[in-house]
């Protein structure tokens, strides 16, 4: 029988670390609500608005972690994302895509890796656990109609295979003012 042990103190930085952002929001709501029940008039209000921020920053912390805690295995390369465009260089392989220029997004749980997709048909892949990858979060979230608690739960299910998380609106669709449609599956391209 296996004996567990307790997270060592490296372990419990790494993961406050990692946290920092959601941990720095509930203090900061705590303070709020301390001081909206504690004072009068304006400023009640202002210490509510404080908490509401404190409380923002918590939803956003909680995410930032769950995508930070998707990608712990490491993975070779390294990631830079200037302005709208994502940048990978690996050991084997690498390239650069405009945000403007991604068709599709999906997730390969078998290689552990992103595979970002262009209207041509090339895909740029880049491991989950790749250096600088945390910042692909907010290149992720600034795409159109992207859900981003769905692409959280895809990195937390267990099993192989491809998922694709988003996909382009058409440029037809587009001029008609439709709302994107979200359409999930596997497959091998856009």
Avoid: C, H, K, N
Wanted: proline residues 4%; hydrophobic residues 50%.
């Amino acid at each position: 029988m296996a004996e567990e042990r307790a997270p060592g103190r490296e372990e419990v930085l790494r993961a406050l670390r990692r946290g920092r952002e959601a941990l720095a929001g509930l203090v900061l709501a705590g303070l709020g609500l301390w001081g909206a029940t504690a004072t009068w008039g304006v400023t009640r209000w202002l210490m509510g608005a404080v908490a509401a921020v404190g409380l923002g920053l918590v939803w956003t912390g909680v995410q930032r972690w769950r995508f930070a805690a998707a990608r712990e295995a490491a993975g070779a390369g390294l990631v830079r994302v200037d302005e709208r465009r994502v940048e990978y260089w690996g050991p084997e392989a690498g390239g650069f895509l405009d945000l403007d220029e991604l068709e599709a997004l999906e997730i390969d749980r078998d290689a552990r890796a992103w595979r970002l997709w262009r209207a041509d048909g090339t895909v740029l892949t880049v491991p989950l656990g790749a250096r600088g990858a945390g910042a692909l979060f907010d290149l992720f979230a600034a795409l159109p109609g992207m859900r981003m608690e769905a692409l959280l739960a895809a990195l937390g299910r267990e099993g192989g295979g491809t998922e694709t998380l988003w996909r382009a609106v058409p440029p037809e669709v587009r001029r008609l003012g439709r709302a994107p449609v979200s359409r999930r599956g596997g497959g091998s391209g856009p």
